[in-house]
T-cell receptor, first 115, second 113 residues
Framework: SQKIEQNSEALNIQEGKTATLTCNYTNYSPAYLQWYRQDPGRGPVFLLL?????KEKRKERLKVTFDTTLKQSLFHITASQPADSATYLCALNAYSGAGSYQLTFGKGTKLSVIP | NAGVTQTPKFRILKIGQSMTLQCAQD?????MYWYRQDPGMGLKLIYYSVGAGITDKGEVPNGYNVSRSTTEDFPLRLELAAPSQTSVYFC????????????FGPGTRLTVL
């Protein structure tokens, strides 16, 4: 069966360090992979999208890698700040037929950046 | 631009009652979605729509109905509410499918007692 796993439910890191979050998947052939940020009581907010033929994507302090051989994506936040504390969701966009893609979400990793 | 709006923010229902969760977007997006999110679980797709008049089931459609009469609005109907429908419901929209990001509303927290 299809599965998306985000490595841990919670991750605590010290301010200024690099946070690395992992997203592994099985039995998917995603065309795209997206990362979202979700704050308590709010809807998810899109951060980055990476295509299956791209190895790496960057946006300011954020970096995403996508390894279709390992079936894994890594999400990095460099020089982390307490304001980066949130839940981060990995989402796979796989073709579902009739010209449509369906986005399937992982359970998320709750990141806490400690001052 | 208000983006994606949802009403109400909170609602408590009794078992067997019905209600409609409202969702509207002002970005002229063709695609709209309804998800539910249970504690510690990922977002699960309930229904989606690729345009006015076209809807389709997602992963967990049982107990819900949708309609899409306009591009802007995508209401979700709960008939005969059950405790298993206690959840946070998110509406989202996107310009297209595939490579486009989804924009989410603030959510509706529903409790069925």
């Amino acid at each position: 069966s299809q599965k998306i796993e985000q490595n841990s439910e919670a991750l605590n890191i010290q301010e200024g360090k690099t946070a690395t979050l992992t997203c592994n998947y099985t039995n998917y052939s995603p065309a795209y992979l997206q990362w979202y940020r979700q704050d308590p009581g709010r809807g998810p907010v899109f951060l980055l999208l990476i295509r299956e033929n791209e190895k790496e994507k960057r946006k300011e302090r954020l970096k995403v890698t996508f390894d279709t051989t390992l079936k894994q994506s890594l999400f990095h936040i460099t020089a982390s700040q307490p304001a980066d504390s949130a839940t981060y969701l990995c989402a796979l966009n796989a073709y579902s037929g009739a010209g449509s893609y369906q986005l399937t979400f992982g359970k998320g990793t709750k990141l806490s950046v400690i001052p | 631009n208000a983006g994606v709006t949802q009403t109400p923010k909170f609602r408590i229902l009794k078992i067997g009652q019905s209600m409609t969760l409202q969702c509207a977007q002002d970005m002229n997006h063709n695609y709209m979605y309804w998800y539910r999110q249970d504690p510690g679980m990922g977002l699960k797709l309930i229904y989606y729509s690729v345009g006015a008049g076209i809807t389709d089931k997602g992963e967990v459609p049982n107990g819900y109905n949708v309609s899409r009469s306009t591009t802007e609005d995508f209401p979700l109907r709960l008939e005969l509410a059950a405790p298993s429908q206690t959840s946070v419901y998110f509406c989202a929209s996107s310009y297209s499918t595939g490579k486009n990001e989804q924009f989410f509303g603030p959510g509706t927290r529903l409790t069925v007692l």
